[in-house]
């Protein structure tokens, strides 16, 4: 069961990131990219999503980026007399981040012009499609919280492990002041940096505290697998050693060096895609341990598998409408019809992809720790 | 005159990333680079030093590595009837961190292999050449500080900026006690990332104190640059912008937000190459603010420069043993001469490159703040 669910995360995974609007004559307003490396004019966005490449391999016989027209045909650049190759997707991309890796000659690399992020058991190139509500992510000048890298003891994989945990704005100054947690997890493929590098929980947390629309509360973001990440080996994960981690380890760490309001009532769990699957699972496995819970793009509760367990105070189930909207929001019907405190979201034109994981944590967070 | 000792810092970069020992017959004890990503069995490096890579592209052409004997040389790939290209350096590497690319019928690219580290203006791939004293940096089983990366405000750039600060282990849970800070600067085409990242400061403190060979202290990494950075731009530096942004926005911010000693014999600048130079023009226009300099790689200070000044509690001077280590040892007996407190330190067999700041960092740290 797991590993069929895990399964079908890895798929959605692969097929979504060359989701697609309708097709039409691109506006010649093309600017860079805001996710480009310093002084690098391509790759460039358009102000209706498209995305046009630039890429010099002058002795190259094909150049091919993966994003494009739907399943996995990409686009196809072609070659100029100055040796670089050039192209634009055949349509409008859908808004937001989306991974890709540029295919030379046969090989797969990265495009030069753009920073990476780790996605799909690599460091991708990414692109950001501006979207009409990107202030809810912008870098305002608010006040900011940090995003601390941690390395924590962990005697049950025999090695330091890293995590990034946010602390809200005034963490440092407010010596007195303790805190709720959300423990916060990647999808597949991706690490515990997903989360504030393609995500900007750490912006969607400053402002919507700026805007006095949230509680305060810290994130902990960790890697959520433990088994050496290769292709094909998905079908060998098992949740129990990553459960130890978290649940024995981490949380341990983080209420002994952070202060944390160290209770089920003050303790979240969320994770997307198979982050989700995990958090499913492991609030199952441990329902004293957290009080909320929220899968993004991963996974379903149904009333059966809560009863005769500490009953959560808020279970948050979310997607993109491009995904399965209606289990989703099947799913919270039921749950409300069960007595449970349970809430939908369904992020409009948007697959699964990272967009429709941004603007859930910007629905979730004001409804945590109340 | 800056503008000249820039730009040999600049022609230093690129000249040293190719830095070699003799050759001779490599030993086939290949194993992955400790700067992988996850999984990956490629580039290798062996018990002597030497790299190995391995890259798919049946299509291309040529495919060439920048990491080989001398200048720009680089290592020439060969195909195979599986369509990879694989090669291997003519000779032992330097010991420590190299920066390296790969040239793809005439564009240049990461190798999809390694990790990668912003330097040269780009986000380069990254490899490791284990050193016999890599202990100092390796990843133990002690206490771990933290790296925070925090955003602050910048009125005189008009945009939130970032940086890094390393914070001690028992700084989270000791609230009562302060600590000094160590300013530290990255080298030219390199960001605030790079002294985490690739120099491992972070391992190097975390080393120290549970040594019990270092005093605990912040340290503070942020960009050293305001202008847009392109090739051919270096002519356009000018060190005010930047001075203005360290010592009336960042230093501010770091002592209203972090528990911090805030006086001048509690702190210290430093920086490497290019750092070092901005460290040298800095603490000489302000030399109430830092009480120890240190340049690794960076220039030099003569005791005219210092004197009718408030006088530093250390100069400490470093390079690699293959950049020009007579200066700086005459650099220090003139300014021990005219009665300061300096040290110099020299790097054995490295040159222009991390393994020589990293080690640098681990003779200055316990020098500190005494």
Redesign the interface.
């Known amino acids: 069961m797991t590993r069929t669910i895990l399964a079908a995360f890895v798929v959605a995974t692969l097929l979504s990131i060359n989701c697609f609007s309708q097709a039409s004559q691109p506006t010649e307003d093309f600017k860079p990219s805001s996710l480009n ?3 690098q004019e391509y790759p460039q966005v358009n102000s209706q999503g498209y995305a046009r490449f630039r ?8 150049v091919k980026v993966s994003l494009g027209l739907g399943g996995r045909g990409g686009t196809q650049l072609t070659k100029g007399a100055d ?1 670089y190759w050039t192209g634009t997707t055949e349509g409008p991309m859908d808004e937001g981040f989306h991974y890709y890796n ?1 295919t ?7 495009d ?1 012009g753009a ?2 992020y780790y996605g799909s ?3 991708e190139s990414g692109i950001e499609i501006p979207a009409h509500d990107q202030d809810f992510y912008a ?3 608010v006040p ?1 919280g ?8 962990s005697k049950s994989t025999g ?2 492990r890293r995590a990034f ?1 946010y ?1 809200p704005p005034g963490y ?2 407010d ?1 007195s002041k303790k805190y709720p947690v959300l423990y916060l997890q990647h999808g597949w493929g991706e ?1 515990e940096t997903a989360w ?1 590098n393609q995500g900007h929980a ?1 912006l969607i947390m ?1 402002n919507l505290i700026a805007a006095g629309k949230t509680k305060p509360f810290l994130i902990v973001m960790t890697y959520g697998m433990t088994n ?3 292709w094909g080996k998905i079908r060998e994960f098992k949740i129990d050693p990553f459960q130890t981690v978290l649940t024995t380890e981490l949380i341990p760490y983080v209420d ?3 202060r944390t309001l160290d209770n089920r009532d003050n303790r979240a769990m969320a994770g997307l895609s198979m982050g989700g699957m995990e958090t499913h699972t492991i609030t199952l496995n441990k329902p004293e341990t957290f009080g909320y819970y929220a899968l993004l793009s991963g996974g379903l509760y149904n009333p059966d598998e809560l009863k005769d367990k500490a009953k959560p105070k808020l279970v948050f189930i979310s997607c993109g409408s491009k995904e399965r909207p209606d289990g989703v929001k099947k799913s919270v019907d039921e749950l409300k019809g069960a007595g449970y405190n349970a809430v939908s979201y369904v992020s409009q034109d948007t697959g699964h992809e990272f967009q429709t994981w941004r603007r859930s944590l910007h629905e979730l967070a004001p409804m945590l720790f109340k």
């Open positions: 490396q310093p002084g890429i010099n391999a002058p002795k190259a016989d094909s040796g540029v030379i000659d046969g090989g797969k690399f990265n030069p920073k990476n058991v690599r460091w870098l305002k000048d900011h940090n995003v601390q890298q941690i390395l924590f003891p090695t330091p945990v602390t440092e100054t010596k690490d504030s750490n400053d050496e990440v290769k002994a060096n952070f």
